[in-house]
Nanobody, 121 residues
Framework: VQLQASGGGLVQAGGSLRLSCAASSRTFGYYALAWFRQAPGKEREFVAAINRSGSSTYYADSVKGRFTISRDDAKNTVYLQTNMLKPEDTADYYC???????????????WGQGTQVTVSS
């Protein structure tokens, strides 16, 4: 499945952004989906994931209560609503797809290009 992320930008601390990731596959519903992020000089880290049915979601402790992942299978799109953004949320954000929810980035088979989020203090 091919993925394309969008929605990044520059925002002040406390602000919000909604990231989108569109897939080009009719089998979108067969995939669990996740968001990762990578800040300069740091490793890619897990942010959030959602299972194939959308019934279960998973979050990194650092974003729990501020970010929400959701999916719209009719639009082949997964979203990441980011609220109460902090400067430490600044990173390139990537969407990824796998057959089931896993957390190590190496276990995801498909990746979108990054969308940059910059949070100013």
């Amino acid at each position: 499945v091919q993925l394309q992320a969008s929605g990044g930008g520059l925002v002040q601390a406390g602000g919000s952004l909604r990231l989108s990731c569109a897939a080009s596959s009719r089998t979108f519903g067969y995939y669990a989906l996740a968001w990762f992020r990578q800040a300069p000089g740091k490793e890619r880290e897990f942010v959030a994931a959602i299972n194939r049915s959308g019934s279960s979601t998973y979050y990194a402790d650092s974003v729990k209560g501020r970010f929400t992942i959701s999916r719209d299978d009719a639009k082949n799109t997964v979203y990441l609503q980011t609220n109460m953004l902090k400067p430490e949320d600044t990173a390139d954000y990537y969407c990824a797809a796998a057959r089931t929810v896993v957390f190590p980035p190496a276990q995801y088979q498909s990746w979108g290009q990054g969308t940059q989020v910059t949070v100013s203090s």
